[in-house]
């Protein structure tokens, strides 16, 4: 383990710990990304999965944006659909298609055969390349890992890739309730035998991504997410470092989430910051929130919506700027130094 | 005008109008749509743009559900985009792909080249759809006309079709203001000169669809699509029938999707109905807003949900029950016709 390692820059962890910093700390969601022409030109030789299971790669493609932005935080470079295999699922990332599943989960016979995982043995690679990027960080900035949350996991799983209207999920979730909450229980677990192993492989924090529960209504996720996040965010508890708890267009589930639990509120960018944590009460961090299209506006634009972000957080200990999703893969890579340079440059006390 | 023609059923104007009613109006988004066999038999004879642009066949599909579901309301059988094809957009429906736009908008000069569109000349079939239907309907219930809403049409124009991400749209919103603004001042002009006709054919209210305008913050909102959706709700008020206002995802822009008008605020399923109202005010009548894929569930969640639903709404005048988005393709019927029935029971005051 890593995580007591003294920082050069601690910014990001002390703001999860809603602790005074010299400036708000900023990283982005999907840093390492085809935006950065280094991504790119590693990616020319391997395919995405590749990238992913390769420790080497994977942990150089995860500092390029450290050098390159300056960002507070580094991310460890990986898919969250990885820990999946070790259950049971098989996986492909098709070319310009996204993930695809053959083996979607649709029955109790299906739920029944999936198997926790041993992250030593089922994401080895995932671990090693924790380890390579914090030899290479030296201590200058915290390692975040990541992961998905149940219901996204369950999602792909059931759905066997991405969707939009989640058809089959939430079939299962209606018609066969017990089928249901015995898949989301058995991911559950695997997030977090898969977020320890990160942090005992030396990750400072974890994000714990839900990117698509957005598609149900509060009364849903409080039936049939909200006890399987909370499973997750019990679990890591005992780890020590901060948890950030992500759902994406969950404007109206903010306070759910935050009753599953995390130390830090991840907001998209939907919402008023100071809304949503007015809303969440401020003993909670919160981590957001600029349209990640932003970054192709002008950057007096772009600098314009930081100051209205900068001016809602009001400095109140406890903000992690981000984007409110993942860094787009057209964004010119100099408005993305440039948001760096703004939001320290403008939040500076 | 047959708009001061006595109705059979009047609830759902009387709920528009948040007057007292005995039991909850209830039609479905897309009623007139795939998940009915009725309909299925006739689009295997037509194309998509081939049956909205036949008003036999138009008024036909739009009355099916009248007769099978027991609703409320009628709502014209119609393609939002049909109005842009007399502005000089080449309009196509390319199979199983959505709609295909073949000259996206994306300059001033595109923007200069919009014509507006002369309702009569540029959209006959619709008008006379509408004259038919009411010539069927013999004044049982009201038919409710509909467009999209600026930033909607706006979207599918500068995109070329269906999107995800927006990036075209919100790079000319914010890289060129003034293009943008020209265009969506264009757009709010015709949809009130289309729906006026609609109104002057004969329909008795009118829902005004922004579907993917949740993509914006409340701040690009409040800049980019307020002035010009609230212009479109303008021009509409001499008329003097309800105009629905739905504006999907968008939980957080609520407050402003009334301040741009509308007598009813449409709610999609993401929001429990009785946090909307009260955000709102009560002196907005609001619709919604059971998700479209709870009608896969079993007969006894559906009914659940409509009791909570009910139950949050309270039976104070004006509510519209109605889905929180279209009806999906692969909705049973027979659990479409066991929702009307439900509303309508458990509403009974």
Partial sequence: MTKDVKLANDRFLRACRREPVDYTPVWLMRQA??????????????????????????????????????????????????????????LEFAKNEGPVIHNPIRSEADVRA??????????????????LVQRELEGRIPLIGFSGAPFTLASYMIEGGGSREYINCKRMMWQAPQVWHALMDKIAGVVVSYLTAQVQAGAQAVQVFDSWVGTL????????????????MDGLKHLGVPVIHFANNASTLLELVKEAGGDVIGLDWRINLDDAWQRLGYDVAVQGNLDPMALMAPPAVIEQKVQDILARAANRPGHIFNLGHGIHKETPVEHAIALVEVVHKYSRR
Avoid: W
């Fill in 114 to 131: 999936l198997r926790p995982i041993e992250p030593a043995e089922d994401v080895p690679y995932v671990l090693e390349a924790v380890q």
């Fill in 217 to 232: 209504s509060p009364a849903d996720y409080k039936e049939y997410v909200l006890p399987h996040s909370k499973k997750v």
């Fill in 33 to 90: 990304g085809r935006y950065m022409a280094e991504y790119m030109a590693i990616r020319s030789k391997y395919s995405f999965l590749e990238m992913c299971k390769n420790p080497e790669v994977a942990a150089e493609v995860t500092l390029q944006p450290v050098h390159k932005l300056g960002v507070d935080a580094a991310i460890l470079f990986a898919d969250i659909l990885l820990p999946l295999e070790g259950m049971g699922i098989s």
